[in-house]
């Protein structure tokens, strides 16, 4: 079965294909579509309904089964913040202090796609550090939180899923792997290493889309089959 993944992000993408890895599904991405996708702004109050909205505009305009997911970072100390503006979090704020935010939204478009999203990346972990700071360590608490919904070729959403992902923010960044808010993201399962530092299996298995996955893996198996039969 052909599994739309309509992100652009290419950690996402990844950490999906690690995570179908065993079901007869093979992930498409909207680069190998004919079309691009329609954009489809994400202005839902919630996860659910951004991913849901996605979900079914990405469906209908592929012809495909699609996957969408909303996710984001909810900070205790803020109030929840920065939820679902978690990956625009930093838009309109003030020049950051990492030399990469310092090109302010005209600049981003210039680098491209990937380069980009990494110093958008860096704009917001500079937020969320100046947002905490003098904040201590046992008030630090957060949660990662993801919501995945998938839709048939017509539009009808056949489940919608969720994960999370206890843990606290760390005071400086550390590690290299991941995305977003990983390097500042200390899980509740390794107190010690932020989700940057752990390996992909190891990171798949306490992350928020891990679990989503994991309840969503199901309903992949059993749509795999029908379609298997129906094209026998």
């Known amino acids: 079965m052909r599994l739309l993944f309509g992100t652009g992000n290419p ?44 979900a079914r505009a990405h469906a209908l305009a592929s012809g495909l089964h699609a996957l969408a997911d909303d996710s984001g970072l909810c900070v205790d100390a803020l109030f929840g913040m920065p939820g679902v503006r978690s990956a625009r979090w930093s838009e309109g704020e003030p020049a950051a202090a990492s030399p990469s935010c310092a090109l302010g939204e005209a600049g981003l478009g210039e680098l491209g796609p990937a380069a980009a999203r990494a110093a958008r990346d860096e704009a917001n972990n500079d937020r969320l550090l100046r947002s905490l700071d003098g904040v201590p360590d046992e008030l630090r608490g957060a949660e990662y939180r993801a919501v995945l919904v998938l839709a048939a070729p017509d539009g009808t959403v056949l489940a919608t ?35 940057a530092e752990l390996a992909p299996a190891e990171k798949d298995a306490v992350s928020h889309r891990g679990e989503a996955f994991r309840r969503l893996r199901p309903v992949l198996e059993a749509l795999a089959v029908d379609e298997s039969r129906r094209r026998g």
Do not use: H, Q
């Not at 498409?28 to 079309?35: E, I, K, T």
């Open 161 to 195: 899923v969720d994960g999370s992902c206890r843990g606290r923010i760390a005071t400086a960044r550390r590690g290299t792997d991941g995305f977003g808010y990983d390097p500042l993201f200390l899980p509740e399962a390794w107190p010690g290493r932020t989700m």
């Open 11 to 54: 950690g996402k993408l990844r950490e999906l294909r690690r995570l179908v890895e065993g079901l007869p599904v093979t992930v498409v991405s909207p680069a190998d579509l004919p079309a691009p996708l329609p954009e489809v702004e994400e202005d839902g109050a919630t996860f659910a309904a951004n991913a849901g909205k996605k």
